[in-house]
């Protein structure tokens, strides 16, 4: 693929419920989206930089650490039941429709991952750039949970999450994670997806996902005051070691 396009949508609307404001929120000195922002400018692969945002003041925001602006996402893609394809496409169908500006991948690249790498951004980009039939690629971790440990509800009784037939088990959750008969991955950070997946199919995965894993580390996701505090502590050891290595 010559001279890909490359489209990163970073999606920061103001309406936090479990933090006010957590898109801006300081971070070490800096807004979290900054960190994001800063990350994926560092990526040779990715053209162009856009802020989805439904406020003004995150837009002065984003400008300021280098993001596109160009637009207020409407509000019925910036509420709590809006999805990551509806901002997405969103984005996409501005720059086709107001610059004739169209990408060949698309980013998605959330704020709330901060210790997000661009190393992890250009793998990502990468398989989609050696391998013609993937249509998205994804960063992973090890999931916090295996569902087979997990529980539902069910009237007044509990009942294994996947069932005793699926996982050939006779008790999963009291069984040693080795004796699994398959691993459990929980997406994070980043997903690079061709543009007519995303657009003509409206899919951020398609028929080929490819995967980039990640330690737990990089995989930080911030939900809750906790996630800020270890998101701090991370970021500061990871500052200091590069400060030794320079």
């Known amino acids: 693929m010559a001279d890909i396009k490359v489209l990163g949508v970073i999606g920061a609307r103001s309406g936090s419920k479990s933090i006010p404001h957590k898109n801006i929120r300081p ?13 994926a400018k560092n990526s040779h692969y990715v053209t162009r930089l856009v802020l989805s945002t439904d406020s003004p003041e995150y837009q002065a925001v984003g400008r300021k650490y280098g993001a596109e602006t160009l637009f207020l996402r409407p509000a019925e893609y910036a509420n709590d039941t809006a999805s990551d394809i509806d901002y997405l496409t969103h984005a996409v169908g501005w720059l086709e429709k107001n610059e004739g500006w169209k990408p060949d991948i698309v980013l998605r690249l959330p704020p709330t991952t901060p210790l997000c790498t661009t190393a992890s951004i250009n793998a990502c980009i990468e398989h989609l750039i050696k391998d013609p039939d993937a249509t998205s690629a994804r960063t992973i971790t090890t999931a916090g949970k295996h569902p087979y440990k997990l529980w539902k509800i069910v009237g007044e009784e509990l009942h294994p999450f996947v069932p005793k037939e699926w996982s050939g088990l006779a008790e999963p959750s009291a069984t040693a994670r080795q004796f699994y008969n398959v691993n459990a991955y929980s997406h994070v950070d980043v997903i690079a997806v061709r543009r007519d997946t995303l657009m003509n199919e409206g899919l951020l995965t398609g028929k080929k996902t490819k995967f980039v894993m990640l330690n737990k580390t990089d995989a930080v996701d911030i939900d809750t005051e906790h996630d800020f505090l270890i998101a701090e502590q991370l970021l500061k050891k990871r500052i200091e070691k590069s400060v030794e290595i320079s």
């Open 27 to 39: 971070l070490l000195g800096k807004p979290l989206m900054a960190w994001i922002i800063e990350t």
